[in-house]
C-alpha cells in the first residue's frame, strides 16, 4: 500500500530534549516536507526536500533540522525542544514539487514540550 | 505577504443537501489551487484542484469553482453524507514554487 508513515504518532517531552520524528515514504517519491499545524493557523511548511542532500527551508524553519540521506526518508529534528514547538506535525510527500503533483501526507505526530 | 484565508470557520449542513465551502487568496500570481479533507485524527487527503486556465472542474460529487477576477475558490459538494463531516482546507501555489500555502480550514458538519 503506498503510504506515508511516521514515528512516532504522538510524543511527550520536555523543554531541550533533543528529539527526531521519523518520516518513510514508499512511493519512491523525490520531493518531501515536513508541516506544523496549529489551530487557526492551518498548515505551515518547515523544511521541504527536493531529493536526496537536497534541503532547503520553508515558512517556519526556526528551532527545527532535517537531513534527507535516503530518498525514503526524511526525519525532523528538534535539537533543543521548546513549549512553542508543541503542535502537529505532518509530513509529505510527491514525485515533484506541489505545483505540479499532488502531495500525499502522513497521519500526523501530536508533539508536546512541557 | 501571501495569505489564504477562508470566510466561515464552521459549516453545518442537513444530510442530502449541497456543501459550498469558500476561500479567499491574496496572491494573484497563484496559479495551482487544491482542496484538501482532513478526518479526525488523519493527515489531509486530495480531493480536487484546479488550475488558473480554468474556472471550474467536476469531481465525484464534488466541484471546484475559481473566480480569478476577486481571487476566490469554492468547494461545492453535492448531496452532503455524514462521511463528508471534516476540515477542509484550500491551499495555493505557483509555478515554480516548492510550497503550498494553506487556509486555516472549514469545519463541516453534516447533520442526520
Known amino acids: 500500500e503506498a503510504q506515508v508513515t511516521q514515528n512516532p504518532r504522538y510524543l511527550i517531552t520536555v523543554t531541550g530534549k533533543k528529539l527526531t520524528v521519523t518520516c518513510s515514504q514508499n512511493?519512491?517519491?523525490?520531493?518531501m516536507s515536513w508541516y506544523r499545524q496549529d489551530p487557526g493557523l492551518g498548515l505551515r511548511q518547515i523544511y521541504y526536500?527536493?531529493?536526496?542532500?537536497?534541503?532547503d527551508k520553508g515558512d517556519v524553519p526556526e528551532g527545527y533540522k532535517v537531513s534527507r540521506k535516503e530518498k525514503r526518508n526524511f526525519p525532523l529534528i528538534l535539537e533543543s525542544p521548546s513549549p512553542n514547538q508543541t503542535s502537529l506535525y505532518f509530513c509529505?510527500?510527491?514525485?515533484?514539487?506541489?505545483?505540479?503533483?499532488?502531495?500525499?501526507f502522513g497521519p500526523g505526530t501530536r508533539l508536546t514540550v512541557l | 505577504g501571501e495569505s489564504v484565508g477562508l470566510h466561515l470557520p464552521t459549516l453545518s449542513v442537513q444530510e442530502g443537501d449541497n456543501s459550498i465551502i469558500n476561500c479567499a487568496y491574496s496572491?494573484?500570481?497563484?496559479?495551482?489551487f487544491i482542496w484538501y479533507k482532513q478526518e479526525s485524527g488523519k493527515g489531509p487527503q486530495f480531493i480536487i484542484d484546479?488550475?488558473?486556465?480554468?474556472d471550474k472542474r467536476q469531481g465525484q460529487r464534488v466541484t471546484v469553482l475559481l473566480n480569478k477576477t476577486v481571487k476566490h475558490l469554492s468547494l461545492q459538494i453535492a448531496a452532503t453524507q455524514p462521511g463528508d463531516s471534516a476540515v477542509y482546507f484550500c491551499?495555493?501555489?505557483?509555478?515554480?514554487?516548492?510550497?503550498?500555502?494553506f487556509g486555516s480550514g472549514t469545519r463541516l458538519q453534516v447533520q442526520p
Open positions: 526536500s527536493m531529493n536526496v542532500e537536497v534541503t
Open positions: 491551499a495555493e501555489t505557483y509555478t515554480g514554487r516548492r510550497a503550498l500555502t
Open positions: 496572491n494573484s500570481a497563484s496559479d495551482y
Open positions: 484546479i488550475r488558473s486556465n480554468m
Open positions: 512511493m519512491n517519491h523525490e520531493y
Open positions: 509529505a510527500s510527491s514525485q515533484a514539487e506541489p505545483s505540479t503533483d499532488t502531495q500525499y
